[in-house]
């Protein structure tokens, strides 16, 4: 069986994905075929069911729950970290709420974050990987990052504003779910099993050959040296990734029932997962 699975170009997506680009582990039969594309566009496409597997904004799950449901693993999650807020001065969250902040997204859950922190904020939809730019050259007030900008903005010359993960932990004592990979609720319960096992088996392969899995990890690395990439790999892929646990779940009821209360989805949200 052919599993299309997509994932953004990222080290810590390419670390969870090693042993199955590699060979690393027994595909039990599947044929995989990996989707690279940035989240915003694996968001939309997961709106149409497009592929087999997917990684997602856990802000896109209750949009697209109909089609899909949530793997026990493959989570990244912030325990204390997570998208910045920057600007080329130093600002308090009251200008926030003020100024023109450029987002990588509105399906994206850091925008989601933001505005469960600031409330209603003007916004503008920036690629994620232009969004330092925009700030720099004057284009938007403030930029809100995700992936590598979290770890590379101040040698950019940029201020952090409000991390919000630091704000998510201070304010609920939980990570702050960030990603989510789920599979196409089609594929039936024993296909979703199986494939759930075995791409679990992946995320275990990678953290139990690190050096070989961050090797190629490296790759996908946009412009970060090798210190910090490993550092981003460590951030993103853990204890949480290979399984969500209680803590992780409850971080995932608890970021959606608050997404829910402000209205941010169209219907109740049913948090399920295979298995």
């Not at 994932?7 to 582990?25: I, R």
């Not at 597997?53 to 997570?82: C, F, K, N, W």
């Not at 590598?148 to 991390?163: F, N, P, S």
Request: no cysteine.
């Amino acid at each position: 069986m052919l599993i299309r699975l997509g994932h953004s170009p990222d080290p810590d997506d390419a670390f969870m994905f090693w042993g199955l680009a590699k060979g690393e582990v027994d595909p039990r039969g599947f044929e995989f075929e990996h989707v690279l594309q940035d989240i915003q566009t694996l968001n939309e496409w997961a709106l149409e069911g497009r592929l087999e597997v997917s990684a997602i904004s856990l802000h896109a799950y209750p949009h697209v729950q109909d089609r899909y449901v949530l793997l026990p693993h493959g989570a990244s999650m912030g325990s204390g970290y997570g998208p910045i807020v920057v600007a080329r001065e130093e600002l308090d969250e009251d200008d926030l709420r003020r100024v023109e902040i450029a987002v990588p997204g509105r399906m994206t859950t850091a925008f989601l974050t933001l505005q469960l922190r600031l409330g209603e904020y003007r916004w503008r939809e920036v690629p994620f990987d232009r969004i330092m730019d925009e700030v720099l050259s004057g284009k938007a007030d403030a930029g809100l990052l995700i992936h590598e900008g979290q770890l590379t903005y101040a040698a950019a010359g940029l201020h952090k504003v409000v991390d919000l993960g630091e704000w998510w932990l201070e304010d609920t004592g939980l990570p702050l779910p960030l990603g989510a990979n789920v599979a196409r609720r089609d594929l039936g319960p024993e296909t979703l099993r199986e494939l759930s096992d075995v791409l679990a088996e992946s995320i275990r392969a990678g953290l139990d050959n690190r050096e070989r899995a961050l090797e190629y990890a490296l790759q996908f690395g946009r412009g970060l040296d090798d210190e910090l990439a490993d550092r981003f790999v460590g951030m993103y892929v853990n204890e949480l990734t290979e399984d969500y646990g209680e803590e992780g779940r409850r971080a995932v009821r608890e970021l959606l029932r608050r997404g829910e209360e402000i209205g941010a989805f169209t219907e109740p949200v049913r948090v399920e997962f295979v298995g």
